[in-house]
């Protein structure tokens, strides 16, 4: 089986490393490569880049499968979007010092960095993105595409949904929404809801202005 990570940036090689850190245990793939349209590179640490159509030409459907590492939750849906459609299951990769509870369901292209901690009966929906050190509490629901940066703590059911991004340090109380599309400042402190569409910053975290274009990273 071939694994295509999605984007050669730093998430990229980062995802790289997972990902041939689990290679090298347990012998899950037997190449790995980069999918890129934009990058001018043709190897990046030691990985070959393609275009997805090179790709798509040279693994079929059923020989290799695909993870999204790309940071912007828009950008995430959109990838996940063109790779389903074209045929390619998205690969789940859970680092092995995670800890995952029982009862606990997690989708389809889902990364799980270092460390995580992620508690029972929790819902982690597809291509969603843990990065290292990241907590999810009890009964919690994390939306399809949505990026939990280092450090966050969601405490218990709390609900976020599609296309979210958490920054970094952001402690979420129990029992919070975070409705899609919003975005939370690093080191926010989250005691309120926060509605769809906008972003949010401050101790406590309140709307600042609409995310209007719905991108993180500008």
């Known amino acids: 089986m071939v694994l295509g990570i999605y984007g050669s940036r730093g998430l990229g090689r980062e995802v790289l490393d997972l990902a041939q850190g689990i290679s090298d245990?347990?012998?899950?793939?037997?190449?790995?490569?980069?999918?890129?349209?934009?990058?001018?590179?043709?190897?990046?640490?030691?990985?070959?880049?393609?275009?997805?159509?090179?790709?798509?030409?040279?693994?079929?459907?059923?020989?290799?499968?695909?993870?999204?590492?790309?940071?912007?939750?828009?950008?995430?849906?959109?990838?996940?979007d063109k790779s389903v459609q074209n045929g390619y299951e998205l690969q789940t990769i859970i680092h092995p010092t995670a800890f995952v509870g029982g009862n606990t369901q997690i989708g389809n292209g889902v990364i799980v960095q270092f460390g995580c901690f992620v508690s029972c009966d929790v819902k982690i929906e597809d291509n969603v993105l843990l990065q290292a050190n990241s907590s999810i509490g009890h009964d919690c629901v994390v939306g399809n595409d949505t990026v939990i940066s280092t450090f966050v703590t969601l405490a218990g059911n709390c609900k976020i949904e599609e296309r979210v991004y958490i920054g970094m340090s952001v402690p979420i109380r129990e029992n919070i929404s975070i409705g899609a599309d919003s975005i939370v400042g690093m080191g926010s402190v989250v005691l309120r809801d926060v509605p769809a569409n906008v972003i949010a910053m401050g101790n406590p975290a309140r709307p600042m202005k609409n995310n209007e274009d719905g991108r993180v990273f500008k």
């Open 25 to 80: 245990f347990a012998g899950a793939w037997d190449k790995i490569v980069f999918i890129d349209d934009f990058q001018k590179e043709s190897v990046i640490s030691g990985a070959d880049v393609l275009t997805f159509d090179d790709f798509q030409a040279a693994f079929q459907t059923d020989s290799a499968k695909i993870v999204i590492a790309v940071g912007e939750p828009k950008v995430r849906r959109i990838l996940r």
